[in-house]
């Protein structure tokens, strides 16, 4: 709301509005923790290895899924709680949250999305209010949480 106030009737967000929306950015990372946009990774075995007293033959494909790291306390204390503070100043450890992946092959478009997910944010934010139809939706589990109805909103323009 700050950025939205700073600003002139009709002004759009600019670079540097974008780059001051720390904490909507950690609330985007905190909903991708919970839930993953993407439910796993396939990767091959390069050579044999050991891991965790499992041998892994080279070639064998390994299944890897957001949800082992995302959810892990170890990693994430209170992993059911949302909170968006997890990933203020350093954030979580490497490698514990990849929702773009990491390193080298990190996604290349990942600041787009950012962008993307930043401009969206402020503008439901600052033009809409917006209520739940069904306020107590029950979310059924299939491959990801999902709200059972497609959790159908009201949107209705901010008065002025």
Same mark, same amino acid.
Request: with cysteine.
């Given at each position: 709301?700050?950025?939205?106030?700073?600003?002139?009737?009709?002004?759009?967000?600019?670079?540097?509005?974008?780059?001051?929306?720390?904490?909507?950015?950690?609330?985007?990372?905190?909903?991708?923790?919970?839930?993953?946009?993407?439910? +796993?990774?396939?990767?091959?075995?390069?050579?044999? &290895?050991? /891991?965790?007293?499992?041998?892994?033959? !080279?070639?064998?494909? $390994?299944?890897?899924?957001?949800?082992?790291?995302?959810?892990?306390?170890?990693?994430?204390?209170?992993?059911?709680?949302?909170?968006?503070?997890?990933?203020?100043?350093?954030?979580?450890?490497?490698?514990?949250?990849?929702?773009?992946?990491?390193?080298?092959?990190?996604?290349? +478009?990942?600041?787009?999305?950012?962008?993307?997910? &930043?401009? /969206?944010?402020?503008?439901?934010?600052? !033009?809409?209010?917006? $209520?739940?139809?069904?306020?107590?939706?029950?979310?059924?589990?299939?491959?990801?949480?999902?709200?059972?109805?497609?959790?159908?909103?009201?949107?209705?323009?901010?008065?002025?």
């Amino acid at each position: 709301m700050e950025i939205s106030q700073s600003k002139r009737p009709g002004q759009l967000l600019n670079w540097d509005d974008i780059q001051k929306m720390k904490y909507s950015w950690c609330v985007a990372n905190e909903t991708m923790r919970l839930s993953p946009p993407a439910q +796993g990774f396939f990767k091959e075995a390069i050579s044999d &290895l050991t /891991f965790a007293g499992f041998s892994i033959p !080279k070639g064998w494909k $390994e299944y890897w899924t957001p949800y082992s790291t995302n959810k892990n306390p170890m990693y994430f204390p209170d992993p059911e709680k949302f909170d968006p503070s997890r990933f203020e100043g350093k954030g979580p450890a490497p490698y514990t949250f990849v929702p773009f992946g990491g390193g080298p092959r990190m996604c290349p +478009g990942r600041e787009y999305a950012r962008v993307e997910v &930043l401009v /969206f944010i402020h503008n439901v934010v600052t !033009k809409f209010k917006w $209520e739940k139809l069904i306020p107590n939706e029950k979310i059924v589990y299939i491959m990801s949480p999902i709200p059972a109805n497609g959790l159908p909103i009201r949107l209705q323009p901010h008065k002025k």
